[in-house]
């Protein structure tokens, strides 16, 4: 009997120790709440109803943001030889919703047969590491390319449009 009073004691101590503190924080009261559970449920409401989202300054620049126009790109053809070294960042322009410079990328180049010509893997679209210079690129073939375009704002606004380009060999 001794044995099992000194191997269950404790156990047997700790669980009325935990009743009693348990029930001692449950049966506080603040301010009309009664128990531990409701004075922090009280505690953390107050707080978030003193919260008005019109107290936020940034919600009016966020809106502004929302609202403004994408950038809007330009392309302007330029005859397309067979074995002509061509320019292709010269034939798109980008501007913002205020008129000025947007950032301006040629993310594919599409033959007529559906292969990119601007990236030799996928592996390397994935990574944006492109195999050809738009600034310096030269088509192989004749044919309607699909030139995929993408501009960026100082906003971060984006806007992708595709444009087809016609090369021909004379």
Avoid: W
């Avoid at 009693?20 to 922090?40: A, D, P």
């Avoid at 205020?98 to 599409?110: F, K, M, Q, R």
């Amino acid at each position: 009997m001794v044995a099992l009073m000194k191997q269950y004691g404790k156990a047997v101590f700790i669980c009325v120790t935990s009743v009693l503190v348990l029930g001692i924080l449950f049966q506080m009261q603040s301010e009309g709440k009664t128990g531990f559970m409701e004075i922090i449920y009280q505690k953390t409401m107050e707080d978030m109803s003193k919260a008005s989202p019109a107290d936020y300054t940034d919600a009016d620049a966020v809106k502004a943001v929302m609202a403004r126009k994408k950038p809007q790109i330009t392309y302007t053809y330029t005859k397309t030889l067979v074995g002509a070294v061509v320019n292709l960042e010269n034939m798109f322009e980008a501007k913002d919703a205020e008129g000025n410079p947007a950032a301006l990328e040629i993310t594919d180049i599409v033959n007529p047969m559906g292969e990119s010509i601007l990236y030799l893997t996928k592996e390397d679209k994935k990574q944006h590491r492109q195999s050809e210079d738009t600034k310096n690129i030269l088509f192989a073939r004749t044919g309607i390319y699909t030139v995929y375009v993408k501009a960026v704002d100082a906003e971060k606004k984006q806007t992708y449009e595709q444009y087809r380009l016609p090369v021909t060999s004379n």
